[in-house]
């Protein structure tokens, strides 16, 4: 009973948390961009195409932060927030060292962390999924979608480091 009420503080916590950073990419809310203005900051590092991975940035900290909130869909939403806390660390936050004050990646890589950790200790009693009785097929389902989630980060990586082609003179 203990640990299932501290994985629902955590998942609460944390979930609503990323879910607020995440509705301020998409409706501009808490001194947000809004899409439009997530999607041209996405642009400008190098995301192409920039609604794409706007979209999966939205994703991974809305979506995935009120799933993990709600302990619903076991590790899905998770792996939304690993993906979008590990492009946070490498590409948005990487070059600026580690301390926050910095710029650097120490709030993302927390985040990323204790995502981790939720992924692999599961919901717990108090979800929606234990609620419900919903369960995916464990670890299959975290271990597949952390490889699924490491491919797309990293394409996403290895897209935003390419060079524009330079179009010759006319």
């Keep these: ?17 990323v ?25 400008s590092q190098g995301f192409r195409p920039a609604t794409l991975w706007t979209l ?14 709600l302990g619903l869909l076991g590790p899905l939403g998770v792996l939304g927030i690993v993906g979008a806390m590990l ?4 590409k948005v936050h990487g070059a600026n060292g580690f301390w926050g004050t ?7 890589l927390v985040l990323l962390v204790v995502s981790v ?7 717990g009693s108090y979800s929606l999924d234990g609620l419900i009785g919903l369960a995916l097929p464990e670890p299959l389902t975290y271990i ?13 990586i ?5 060079r524009p082609v330079e179009q010759p003179a006319a």
């Design 102 to 108: 910095k710029g650097g990646y120490e709030y993302p």
């Design 19 to 43: 879910a607020a950073h995440g509705a301020q990419k998409l409706f501009g809310w808490f001194g947000g961009n809004g899409f439009a203005g997530t999607a041209k900051w996405i642009e």
């Design 117 to 123: 950790v939720l992924g692999i200790a599961g919901p």
């Design 1 to 17: 009973m203990a640990i299932d009420t501290a994985l629902l503080i955590l998942r609460v916590f944390i979930g609503l948390l």
């Design 56 to 69: 999966l940035a939205v994703l991974g900290e809305f979506g995935g932060g009120l799933l993990l909130a």
């Design 87 to 90: 492009v946070a660390v490498v």
């Design 158 to 162: 290895a897209v935003s480091n390419r």
């Design 144 to 156: 597949i979608g952390l490889v699924v989630t490491l491919i797309i980060v990293g394409l996403g």
